[in-house]
């Protein structure tokens, strides 16, 4: 079936990094673009950025410019965020979801992965 | 940038009343709205796309209405199920914005 499943959860240090991976299954996945949703603790959704999986074109939210980096690898199907110069308020469950064409809605979601960014 | 703001931020409700939640767009964004629930430790879910479209598999009590600045989700009957929070999205432009939740409880 059509998934996305994504890697474990993570504790840093504030300053360190991190690098969640999302992988598909049962689709194509050039044919899709994927975006990265975070939600702190006890708050709402909020975009990151998206990437194309077709050409690895990407657009990231303003606020995260410069510490955030979205790829893919196409032979195995796998998006990654990476996330830099981790702070406090980086603490979050972080989602991948499979945007579907030009409608943009977020159809298939990953199940989450927990970055606690703590001393 | 494109703001969402959804009201009311909570509702209680009973099993089988309608219920219908609101969320305005800061500018027209045609019919690229979007609408999830979400429950407790879960990712959220795709309920409708397009304002108004049925994501294969979801109940046909809920719908949704609206295109230029304000739309609706409608259940119509409630569900235990459908106690959870629901979240718009706006797809027009990035960034993508979301609305800041409905949370429904049980009344």
């Known amino acids: 079936q059509v998934q996305l499943v994504q890697s474990g959860a993570e504790v840093k240090k504030p300053g360190a990094s991190v690098k969640v991976s999302c992988k598909a299954s049962g689709y194509t996945f050039t044919s899709y673009g994927i975006s990265w949703v975070r939600q702190a603790p006890g708050q709402g959704l909020e975009w990151m950025g998206w990437i194309s999986a077709y050409n690895g074109n990407t657009n990231y939210a303003q606020k995260l410019q410069g510490r955030v980096t979205m790829t893919t690898d196409t032979s195995t199907s796998t998006a990654y965020m990476e996330l830099r110069s981790l702070r406090s308020d980086d603490t979050a469950v972080y989602y991948c979801?499979?945007?579907?064409?030009?409608?943009?809605?977020?159809?298939?979601w990953g199940q989450g992965t927990m970055v606690t960014v703590s001393s | 940038d494109i703001q969402m703001t959804q009201s009311p931020s909570s509702l209680s409700a009973s099993v089988g009343d309608r219920v219908t939640i609101t969320c305005r767009a800061s500018q027209s964004i045609s019919s690229y709205l979007n609408w999830y629930q979400q429950k407790p430790g879960k990712a959220p879910k795709l309920l409708i796309y397009?304002?108004?479209s049925l994501q294969s598999g979801v109940p046909s009590r809920f719908s949704g209405s609206g295109s230029g600045t304000d739309f609706t989700l409608t259940i119509s009957s409630l569900q235990p199920e459908d106690f959870a929070t629901y979240y718009c999205q706006q797809s027009y432009s990035t960034p993508r914005a979301f609305g800041q939740g409905t949370r429904l409880e049980i009344k």
């Open positions: 979801a499979r945007e579907r064409g030009e409608l943009g809605a977020f159809d298939i």
């Open positions: 397009a304002a108004s």
